[in-house]
């Protein structure tokens, strides 16, 4: 596999929890009752696996090879989608907030995290397109092979000090069961 090609996966992995996330705002909208766990558990995937894991492998080591490879930081693509990350970030933030809110029975965290929900789909989304239509393609162009291998053994090292063996696939399986349950 290559490094985009992996990065592409895990925006596929992401996706679903967006479109998991998004009903889950429609529920608590609507006034229904929403497991508080769950609600953490969407953010701590969010959190740990969208961004210390997929954004640490894209901040960490596919940027800065692009920019080896001339691509400029500032007024480019990679600027870009690094200050998406960090708007992305307080979304994040905003909704694990929100999340304790919510679950010690503050009125406040279903409206909280139903604003910031919204906002971090709608901005995650279109993020996730540029970088599959725009920066991707222009990775695969300027990127030697020899360096795309490197970086998918970086991508390797990365995930294990990040984020530990057998993460990864934790996280899949939640997003497998909150699927059966929201998405049926
Ligand atoms: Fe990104
Ligand atoms: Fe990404």
């Known amino acids: 596999m290559t490094p985009t090609e992996e990065l592409q996966e895990e925006h596929q992995g992401i996706t679903l929890m967006l479109k998991i996330l998004e009903k889950v705002g429609v529920k608590m909208e609507a006034q229904e009752k929403v497991d508080p766990d769950h609600l953490e558990r969407i ?14 492998k894209e901040e960490d080591l596919l940027f ?9 930081r500032e007024k480019g693509p990679i600027g870009v989608m690094l200050a998406e990350h960090n708007q992305g970030r307080a979304f994040v933030r905003g909704m694990g907030e929100a999340a304790s809110r ?12 139903v604003e910031n929900a919204r906002n971090y789909i709608s901005l995650l989304t ?47 399986r939640l997003l497998h069961q909150l699927q059966e349950i929201y998405l049926k």
């Open 102 to 113: 919510y679950k010690q029975g503050d009125p406040r965290g279903r409206k909280e995290f």
């Open 43 to 56: 953010v701590e995937f969010f959190r740990v696996f969208a961004d210390k894991c997929h954004h640490g």
């Open 126 to 172: 279109q993020h996730i397109q540029k970088e599959n239509n725009v920066l991707f393609p222009m990775v695969d162009r300027v990127l030697a092979k020899k360096t795309q291998e490197k970086l998918v053994e970086g991508f390797e090292n990365l995930e294990r000090e990040k984020i530990g063996e057998g993460t990864h696939e934790t996280f899949h």
């Open 64 to 72: 800065p090879e692009m920019e080896k490879a001339g691509v400029p």
